[in-house]
């Protein structure tokens, strides 16, 4: 039996375009009060942007844009030279009020969610691990959602994404910057070094390409098949 849904049909989409596979998992945070007023927006032809699904804290799911259509999420972004992210992705969005006085951790019933949805979403579209991002990492310094609260590593353990613990840098670290752009980044810039601590070590997010950072990189890049 698949996840429990309820539809919310978004005017906001559009036919996905070229010719590659759907083949990025985007996750963000809805940055408003509540999930309501986030539906509202997401539904509003006026507002230009769309999401395919929408969880709410308690778990509920919505769905707004059919998966075969190109939703309105990503916005001016780029991941492995790719600019058109929203054509090749499945974007979701969390309900939480985002950077600021209310920014909190997602609750277990919203990653339990997430993580049944996302497994449906992989059986049906061919998302290597590591293409399961957020909106910080293919718009380094535009967009920081969802976060350093978000929980990448129980997502990971999940079977959803990568993670790594990694602290001893290894030898393929000499040129961050390829290694960089070989994952997927645009470039090593500070915004984009913050945009991977966000993601992978989100305890300390200095935009500093420092020791632990790039052992977790080197890891990464490893299992993921791109070292």
């Known amino acids: 039996m698949g996840v429990d849904l309820k539809d919310r049909p978004s005017p906001n989409h559009g036919p996905r375009?070229?010719?590659?596979?759907?083949?990025?998992?985007?996750?963000?945070?809805?940055?408003m009060p509540t999930a309501a007023a986030a539906l509202d927006r997401l539904c509003d032809p006026a507002a230009e942007v769309s999401a395919h699904y929408l969880i709410?804290?308690?778990?509920?799911?919505?769905?707004?844009?059919?998966?075969?259509?190109?939703?309105w999420?990503?916005?001016?972004?780029?991941?492995?030279?790719?600019r058109d992210v929203n054509s090749r992705s499945i974007g979701i969005e969390l309900a939480n009020p985002g950077h600021g006085p209310d920014y909190r951790v997602f609750p277990d019933a919203q990653m339990d969610a997430l993580a049944?949805?996302?497994r449906?979403?992989?059986?049906?579209?061919?998302?290597?691990?590591?293409?399961?991002?957020?909106?910080?990492?293919?718009?380094?310094?535009?967009?920081?959602?969802?976060?350093?609260?978000?929980?990448?590593?129980?997502l990971s353990e999940r079977g959803i994404g990568l993670w790594s613990d990694a602290s001893v840098?290894?030898?393929?670290?000499?040129?961050?910057?390829a290694l960089m752009r070989r994952f997927g980044y645009r470039d090593a810039s500070a915004a984009a070094i913050a945009a991977f601590q966000l993601h992978f070590r989100p305890t300390n997010v200095t935009g500093i390409a420092d020791p632990e950072t790039l052992a977790r990189l080197a890891d990464l890049a490893e299992r993921a098949g791109l070292a």
């Open 73 to 82: 999420h990503a916005g001016e972004s780029v991941w492995a030279g790719e």
């Open 169 to 177: 840098p290894a030898a393929e670290c000499a040129d961050p910057a």
């Open 120 to 154: 449906e979403i992989l059986a049906r579209h061919p998302v290597p691990s590591h293409r399961v991002l957020g909106h910080s990492d293919v718009a380094p310094g535009r967009k920081r959602d969802p976060g350093e609260l978000f929980d990448w590593r129980l």
């Open 116 to 118: 049944a949805l996302g």
């Open 17 to 31: 375009r070229g010719n590659g596979p759907v083949d990025i998992l985007l996750l963000h945070y809805t940055g």
């Open 56 to 71: 709410e804290e308690d778990g509920t799911i919505w769905r707004l844009v059919d998966e075969a259509r190109r939703a």
